[in-house]
T-cell receptor, first 115, second 113 residues
Framework: DSGVTQTPKHLITATGQRVTLRCSPRSGDLSVYWYQQSLDQGLQFLIQYYNGEERAKGNILERFSAQQFPDLHSELNLSSLELGDSALYFC??????????????FGPGTRLTVL | AQSVSQHNHHVILSEAASLELGCNYSYGGTVNLFWYVQYPGQHLQLLLKYFSGDPLVKGIKGFEAEFIKSKFSFNLRKPSVQWSDTAEYFCAVQNTGGFKTIFGAGTRLFVKA
């Protein structure tokens, strides 16, 4: 158990819908990362937050957005869902301390199925 | 731009065989290096990491990796694999500022019992 929690574990929805995935980081970690893992694209970095602010952006679509709240949990919002958005979505957390080593610890993931 | 290359996408070995998974990166500065493992149906778990010091790093479950700076490589090794090592292995590179971590495409290892 990494200490990172994600809900829900599974999500089944229809095309065009909007969903919210939630992540709680390990105690003491300030940074949260979101990744998408699919069979054809592999593990893709989406976005990183540090202490409530966006720090780095990866291959995140405009239909997707995220935020990190004052209690440090994060939500990833996916809208206008398409079949191709079906994937495992992982959250990871780290201390986020700049200039130091920064190990990411991954949550169990949310499996999203778009029908 | 930073990039990570894992040469083998799929590896099949018999139990007790030795394992070496390649990882090369492209980045001009100082890096931190990681190997993660993802067992079937599970999340990524940290196997080992290199930050500084001895370039030969030992991780969990008998894995080790060697950082060769001149070759920009961080290959993962295990002298004798077990069926339970069947998993996907990801190499990751992070610039020492800690802002960005890039993951390789992964190598799927299947160990035959």
């Amino acid at each position: 158990d990494s200490g990172v929690t994600q809900t829900p574990k599974h999500l089944i929805t229809a095309t065009g819908q909007r969903v919210t995935l939630r992540c709680s980081p390990r105690s003491g970690d300030l940074s949260v990362y979101w990744y998408q893992q699919s069979l054809d694209q592999g593990l893709q970095f989406l976005i990183q937050y540090y202490n409530g602010e966006e720090r780095a952006k990866g291959n995140i679509l405009e239909r997707f957005s995220a935020q990190q709240f004052p209690d440090l949990h994060s939500e990833l919002n996916l809208s206008s869902l398409e079949l191709g958005d079906s994937a495992l979505y992982f959250c990871a957390s780290s201390s986020g301390q700049v200039g130091l080593t920064d190990t990411q610890y991954f949550g169990p993931g949310t499996r999203l199925t778009v029908l | 731009a930073q990039s990570v290359s894992q040469h083998n996408h799929h590896v099949i070995l018999s139990e007790a065989a030795s394992l070496e998974l390649g990882c090369n990166y492209s980045y001009g500065g100082t890096v931190n290096l990681f190997w993660y493992v993802q067992y079937p149906g599970q999340h990524l778990q940290l196997l080992l990491k290199y930050f500084s010091g001895d370039p030969l790093v030992k991780g969990i479950k008998g894995f080790e990796a060697e950082f060769i700076k001149s070759k920009f490589s961080f290959n993962l090794r295990k002298p004798s694999v077990q069926w339970s090592d069947t998993a996907e292995y990801f190499c990751a590179v992070q610039n020492t500022g800690g802002f960005k971590t890039i993951f390789g495409a992964g190598t799927r290892l299947f160990v035959k019992a």
